[in-house]
T-cell receptor, first 115, second 113 residues
Framework: DTGVSQNPRHKITKRGQNVTFRCDPI?????LYWYRQTLGQGPEFLTY????????KSRLLSDRFSAERPKGSFSTLEIQRTEQGDSAMYLC?????????????FGSGTRLTVV | KQEVTQIPAALSVPEGENLVLNCSFT??????LQWFRQDPGKGLTSLLL?????REQTSGRLNASLDKSSGRSTLYIAASQPGDSATYLC????????????FGQGTTLQVKP
């Protein structure tokens, strides 16, 4: 297991199109998180899963955003009707509830550019 | 509402210097605080985690301190090296029941050979 994997690494899309990102966490991690990061800023929390249950959603996650984690393994983040303001790096992280907050592992992110 | 601030936004030092990065937070009732490192275009790497009951944590040349009452944490880097060049982010977690980390905007460090 080489860590948290995110695909694609880069995505360029036209405004109004739908996009979907995938995150594969570390296999033994039952917690999965999505964050968004814009240039020069720290990451902002979007949502959090424990196993397949989505336990928290940020107010940043508008109706156009949806995240799923079927079967408690990989997760997808979909953005519908993209807007230029959605351009950002989308980061996924995973951790194990048994380890507390130790071992928080981030992926390298998906960079979205909306033109 | 918890807010996390990191000053300065950028720092440039010659190799070998000891340095301190600062992080402040507005609500002292935190559960824990983490320091992360981010290299350009990459994800974050966890460096040190301090629980609310702890005062400091050390890993190699890194030492992080926490003063909850004043809402401050510092990351001390000893004998800096060019490989330490990166953005350093601090993040607080407000309770054990949340998955949310609240990040500062980061300090971008450049260590010159």
């Amino acid at each position: 297991d080489t860590g948290v994997s995110q695909n694609p690494r880069h995505k360029i899309t036209k405004r109004g199109q739908n996009v979907t990102f995938r995150c594969d966490p570390i296999s033994e991690h039952n917690r999965l998180y999505w964050y968004r990061q814009t240039l020069g800023q720290g990451p902002e929390f979007l949502t959090y899963f424990q196993n397949e249950a989505q336990l928290e959603k940020s107010r940043l996650l508008s109706d156009r955003f949806s995240a799923e984690r079927p079967k408690g393994s990989f997760s997808t983040l979909e953005i519908q009707r993209t807007e230029q303001g959605d351009s950002a790096m989308y980061l996924c992280a995973s951790s194990s509830s048994g380890a507390g907050d130790y071992g928080y592992t981030f992926g390298s992110g998906t960079r979205l550019t909306v033109v | 509402k918890q807010e996390v601030t990191q000053i300065p936004a950028a720092l440039s030092v010659p190799e070998g210097e000891n340095l301190v990065l600062n992080c402040s937070f507005t609500d002292s009732a935190i559960y824990n605080l983490q320091w992360f490192r981010q290299d350009p275009g990459k994800g974050l790497t966890s460096l040190l985690l301090i629980q609310s009951s702890q005062r400091e944590q050390t890993s190699g040349r890194l030492n992080a301190s926490l003063d909850k009452s004043s809402g401050r944490s510092t990351l001390y880097i000893a004998a800096s090296q060019p490989g330490d060049s990166a953005t350093y982010l601090c993040a607080v977690k407000n309770s054990s029941n949340t998955g949310k980390l609240i990040f500062g905007q980061g300090t971008t460090l450049q260590v010159k050979p």
